[in-house]
């Protein structure tokens, strides 16, 4: 069994007898406006230092950040419908953009000019130390976890570990 549901993957886990060190907290998301400077082939990028990623979509690039103080959640309270959250209208999310951009841009200068097309808000799954969990999880036969690749779907890596819960 592969477990790769996002912000409920720890209860799986643990319905499977395993456990996972994540927490769903929120997530800000931005996608530019469509360009020819961002294409499908261009790799998911992890950038520990401005506490974002970025990854192409939808013709644009999509970069996302997290809160200073992270927004967490108890996925047990979670709505199955993850809209029903008050993310979205959560005018805070700009003051993230404002708050961070700088430190994102050291990586991508073209972010405090590029034409910005959508904002959303939403929780995704961290661990503690920021380094994924991917693989087996141990005592636990024939299970394996990609908590988040409910979000990611078929991105290129620059890092990856094995699970170690």
């Given at each position: 069994?592969?477990?790769a549901a996002g912000p409920w993957a720890g209860l799986?886990?643990?319905?499977?007898?395993?456990?996972?060190?994540?927490?769903?907290?929120?997530?800000?998301?931005?996608?530019?406006?469509?360009?020819?400077?961002?294409?499908?082939?261009?790799?998911?990028?992890?950038?520990?230092?401005?506490?974002?990623?970025?990854?192409?979509?939808?013709?644009?690039?999509?970069?996302?950040?997290?809160?200073?103080?992270c927004l967490s959640h108890d996925p047990r309270q979670l709505p199955s419908?993850?809209?029903?959250?008050?993310?979205?209208?959560?005018?805070?999310?700009?003051?993230?953009?404002?708050?961070?951009?700088?430190?994102?841009?050291?990586?991508?200068?073209?972010?405090?000019?590029?034409?910005?097309?959508?904002?959303?808000?939403?929780?995704?799954?961290?661990?503690?130390?920021?380094?994924?969990?991917?693989?087996?999880?141990?005592?636990?036969?024939?299970?394996?976890?990609?908590?988040?690749?409910?979000?990611?779907?078929?991105?290129?890596?620059?890092?990856?570990?094995?699970?170690?819960?």
């Open positions: 069994m592969i477990d799986i886990a643990r319905e499977a007898g395993g456990h996972l060190p994540i927490a769903p907290v929120r997530s800000h998301y931005w996608i530019t406006a469509k360009s020819p400077e961002f294409n499908k082939t261009q790799p998911y990028v992890i950038l520990p230092d401005a506490n974002a990623y970025a990854r192409t979509e939808m013709g644009g690039l999509l970069f996302g950040l997290r809160d200073r103080v419908d993850l809209s029903e959250l008050p993310y979205n209208s959560d005018l805070e999310g700009w003051n993230v953009l404002e708050d961070q951009g700088s430190e994102l841009a050291r990586f991508y200068p073209g972010v405090e000019t590029t034409q910005l097309a959508h904002y959303i808000a939403g929780p995704s799954t961290y661990t503690p130390d920021g380094q994924f969990v991917l693989g087996s999880v141990p005592d636990t036969d024939g299970f394996l976890v990609g908590p988040w690749v409910l979000r990611v779907r078929n991105r290129r890596f620059w890092r990856c570990r094995k699970c170690y819960c």
